[in-house]
């Protein structure tokens, strides 16, 4: 049964334009969320950050909204670069609690 | 400076096999953790380790995973008996703050594959 759904496996965006990748959640017990950014060969690298207790966080071009009566967050990314490009996961605790439970994950790909 | 380190990056062997995984964490680092990302899924939180003891070994799968950290710093995870549905990438993640789940730094993880 998954916690955490990331719908999209992929998206596809021009540079410069904006990338908007979707989570869900369906545990009520979580009230804190992260996005990872993972290179092929790599691991996964911490993004940003949102407590339940906030609506929006922000840091440079990264922006992640939460929604928590539609168990919804986002992670905006504007203007999308080709370096961008990579699987973006998005996980979820419990607290500051360190179990972290991941989606599936999203590859999204800027173009040139 | 260096970040966590895993080795080794590819292993492969035959069902039945015992492996060893290794992580070296970030030097100071007294949490750790070890994670599993299976193909097309999302990492799955395996053992926390606060120093030499494991806190949380929940995630585990069954009595033939097991991990040591016998002195607070490099971890060993270990598979008896490996099973074709142990392939996988094993992460590992140190922190310097426990509980802390946004300072989590990652490894590059080992790719078992189990033939």
């Known amino acids: 049964d998954q916690q955490v759904k990331q719908n999209s496996p992929s998206l596809s965006v021009q540079e410069g334009r904006i990338s908007i990748l979707n989570c869900d959640y369906t545990n009520s017990m979580f009230d804190y969320f992260l996005w990872y950014k993972k290179y092929p060969a790599e691991g996964p690298t911490f993004l940003i950050s949102i407590s339940s207790i906030k609506d929006k966080n922000e840091d440079g071009r990264f922006t992640v909204f939460l929604n928590k009566s539609a168990k919804h967050l986002s992670l905006h990314i504007v203007p999308s670069q080709p370096g961008d490009s990579a699987v973006y996961f998005c996980?979820?605790?419990?607290?500051?609690?360190?179990?972290?439970?991941f989606g599936k994950g999203t590859l999204l790909t800027v173009n040139p | 400076g260096a970040g966590v380190s895993q080795t080794p990056s590819n292993k492969v062997t035959e069902k039945g096999k015992y492996v060893e995984l290794r992580c070296d964490p970030i030097s100071g680092h007294t949490a750790l953790y070890w994670y599993r990302q299976s193909l097309g899924q999302g990492p799955e939180f395996l053992i926390y380790?606060?120093?030499?003891?494991?806190?949380?070994d929940s995630g585990l799968p069954n009595d033939r995973f097991f991990a040591v950290r016998p002195e607070g710093s490099v971890s060993t995870l270990k598979i008896q008996r490996t099973e074709r549905g142990d392939s996988a990438v094993y992460l590992c993640?140190?922190?310097?703050?426990?509980?802390?789940?946004?300072?989590?730094?990652f490894g590059p993880g080992t790719r078992l594959t189990v033939l």
């Open positions: 993640a140190s922190s310097l703050t426990p509980g802390e789940v946004d300072t989590q730094y």
């Open positions: 996980a979820a605790s419990e607290g500051s609690n360190y179990k972290l439970t």
């Open positions: 380790f606060q120093g030499t003891g494991a806190a949380d």
